[in-house]
């Protein structure tokens, strides 16, 4: 998942606006829990984002999530029929900026 960043994503200090960076990586993460799962997820929380590096207008920004691990969570009884829960799914999405011409990449962000 590979995108220009562009001038309309700018922040005050000419940078990529940083719930720009997250929205994309939301979107990335939640369609990689639907591929996994083969149903559409329901999003449960953030743990952590951390913003390492700036991202600049015209850089090249590469995406890539990954299912770190699953959690099964046991049956429940419900009126004497069990009601199996919907797995936790764990999804890590880094994000890096890269320069084709010097085929280089960095760490930006992780989420």
């Known amino acids: ?14 940078r990529v606006f940083g719930g720009f960076l997250m929205r994309r990586a939301f979107e990335l993460a939640f369609a990689t829990a639907h591929l996994f799962s083969g149903g559409r997820p329901q999003f449960l929380e953030v743990d952590d984002v951390s913003f390492k590096l700036p991202v600049s207008i015209g850089d090249l920004l590469q995406l890539e999530s990954v299912v770190l ?12 029929v069990n009601v199996k829960e919907h797995p936790e799914i764990h999804v890590e999405v ?18």
Do not use: M, R, W
């Open 1 to 14: 998942n590979a995108l220009t960043c562009q001038p309309v994503h700018q922040n005050i200090h000419g």
């Open 69 to 80: 691990y699953t959690v099964q969570k046991d049956a429940k009884t419900e009126g004497g």
């Open 94 to 111: 880094v994000a890096n900026v890269s320069d084709p011409g010097k085929v280089t990449s960095n760490v930006s962000n992780s989420f």
